[in-house]
């Protein structure tokens, strides 16, 4: 089975304190995404990548960013934290089909709830 | 921007009921997923598909493309199916995923 592996589960941060999120993912995937999911508001992608040193804007991106310097991890970034980036951030992975890159099934990891005082 | 409806948004049922969670999208799309959410965060890929009807175990996921609607039918439900149900679509093209806002499904024995 595919495993999604996010370095925290609960995570309580300062503001302005910089903030790592780490994911790894252990089937070769191509595509690696970051979630954040609010009540009322569902998923929202924050960012994505499609190959190592490639990644793309989401949705909301802004106050984030990433790394994949390998092809199995995928890393979001809090420059500086602030209470409103207090949410669940959820990594999910997926392979590359042809034609349609994201026309394949996701693999969540458990997610991080994060919390910034 | 696809927009994606699910109903109901809270679903309360008594062990043993047929249940159906309806997902209306407005855009047309390459393919639509199911997505189970347990209490605790982690979500699971249940479906993925892009005609006609899939089934595995108690679950069965209908999709009609020219009506734009998808269905997630359980059979039989029991408590521990008890989770939130997502549903996401795929536009056409390299996009990623658009999601629904969940539908918060509690099954009482």
């Known amino acids: 089975d595919v495993k999604v592996t996010q370095s925290s589960r609960y995570l309580v941060k300062r503001t302005g304190e910089k903030v790592f999120l780490e994911c790894v993912q252990d089937?070769?995937?191509?595509?690696m995404f970051w979630y954040r999911q609010d009540p009322g508001l569902g998923l929202r992608l924050i960012y994505f990548?499609?190959?190592?040193?490639?990644?793309e804007k989401g949705d909301i991106p802004e106050g984030y960013s990433v790394s994949r310097e390998k092809k199995e991890r995928f890393s979001l970034i809090l420059e500086s934290a602030s209470t409103n980036q207090t949410s669940m951030y959820l990594c999910?992975?997926?392979?590359?089909?042809?034609?349609?890159?994201?026309?394949?099934?996701?693999?969540f990891g458990s997610g991080t709830q994060l919390s910034v005082l | 921007k696809n927009e994606v409806e699910q109903s109901p948004q809270n679903l309360t049922a008594q062990e043993g009921e047929f249940i159906t969670i309806n997902c209306s999208y407005s855009?047309?799309?390459?393919?639509l997923h199911w997505l189970q959410q347990h209490p605790g965060g982690g979500i699971v890929s249940l479906f993925m598909?892009?005609?006609g009807k899939k089934k595995h175990g108690r679950l069965i996921a209908t999709i009609n493309i020219q009506e734009k609607h998808s269905s997630l039918h359980i059979t039989a439900s029991h408590p521990r199916d008890s989770a939130v149900y997502i549903c996401?679509?795929?536009?056409?093209?390299?996009?990623?995923?658009?999601f629904g806002k969940g539908t918060r499904l509690s099954v009482i024995a």
């Open positions: 999910a992975s997926s392979r590359v089909s042809i034609g349609i890159r994201t026309n394949e099934k996701l693999f």
């Open positions: 089937m070769d995937h191509e595509n």
């Open positions: 990548s499609y190959d190592v040193k490639m990644k």
């Open positions: 855009v047309g799309i390459s393919a």
């Open positions: 598909l892009s005609s």
């Open positions: 996401a679509v795929i536009n056409s093209g390299n996009t990623p995923l658009v």
